[in-house]
């Protein structure tokens, strides 16, 4: 495989930094338990548990490059700084680092394979904004890669790194890390919880006294018993349609909060019997 030029790989072994990711590592850890003191799963809401995982998943394997930009920048930062990438999805291979050596700053354009292949850098603005060591963080649409540039190397300050690091996890990446981290339990299947037996309408209502007369009567008689409740012509439009409804709602009410709680609401917001406008009407 061809090397881009330029690259000195031989400067900085990978062993440090595994060394210094795992102390990062240890930080989040250490920073979530501060921010989230729990003990047992069930304390806690299923979104923080997922939290918590994710940041037990580093450390987790990095692409890192060193950048050499020869002096500081107008806010007092580098001359050295660290180009990473943190692979979230690859949990499988927990703590690989794969170093590419350290780079001048200057020579960045001979090094567009290593930036395309290993950090997502093929856009020009992307390398644009890398050469004018302008942008800090970018990331893929679901975070599970992560790429930042640090104004320093991270090796000799991993603890700075590492709140910052968490920072911008639960800032930014709390709602994908809960998305994939989270456990959905069938507690049903978990304890052998069985479902309710399905009652007939007879034995709803005989539940109560107050409704055990309906299981005696029809749904027709249950409309016989007001279809003889009119309201004369000079009652106001509103009433008229507020008392329609109620009629409406007397002659479902049996079957429909019977079979399922706010069933009647629920069928009468179906019908558009929720509309105030004066066009509105019982179909």
């Known amino acids: 495989m061809m090397r881009d030029k330029g690259i000195n790989s031989t400067q900085l072994p990978a062993d440090s930094w595994r060394a210094a ?8 850890h250490k920073d979530f338990q501060r921010r989230f003191p729990f003990q047992d799963d ?53 703590g690989t680092v794969r170093f590419h050596g350290s780079c001048q700053l200057n020579e960045l354009d001979n090094h567009s394979s290593t930036l395309a ?11 644009s904004s890398l050469k004018d060591l302008k942008f800090r ?12 540039l640090v104004p320093f190397d991270i090796r000799e300050r991993p603890e700075e790194y590492a709140r910052e690091l968490s920072n911008e996890l639960l800032m930014f990446h709390g709602e994908n890390l809960i998305r994939r981290f989270k456990k959905e339990f069938n507690f049903n299947a978990l304890y052998g919880l069985q479902q309710d037996r399905i009652l007939s309408f007879q034995e709803i209502a005989e539940k109560d006294p107050t409704t055990a007369a309906f299981g005696n009567i029809s749904i027709e008689e ?5 279809s003889g409740i009119q309201l004369i012509p000079q009652v106001p ?47």
């Open 237 to 283: 439009p509103d009433i008229v349609r507020t008392f329609t409804r109620a009629k409406y709602l007397s002659r479902i009410s049996v079957l429909r909060v019977a079979r399922e709680p706010s069933g009647a609401i629920r069928h009468l917001y179906l019908c558009g019997l929720e509309r105030d406008d004066d066009t509105s009407e019982v179909h």
């Open 117 to 127: 292949l290993h950090f997502g850098f093929s856009d020009a603005d992307f390398i």
């Open 137 to 148: 963080w970018v990331w893929d649409q679901d975070s599970t890669n992560i790429v930042n």
């Open 21 to 28: 990711l795992a102390e990062v590592a240890a930080y989040l």
């Open 42 to 94: 069930g304390e806690v809401s299923p979104d923080i548990v997922a939290l918590r995982d994710a940041f037990y998943q580093f450390p987790v394997p990095a692409d890192i490059l060193l950048i050499e930009a020869g002096q500081l920048n107008e806010w007092g930062e580098g001359p050295t700084w660290t180009l990473m990438c943190l692979h979230l999805a690859d949990s499988n291979k927990e």
């Open 222 to 226: 249950r409309q016989a018993d007001i």
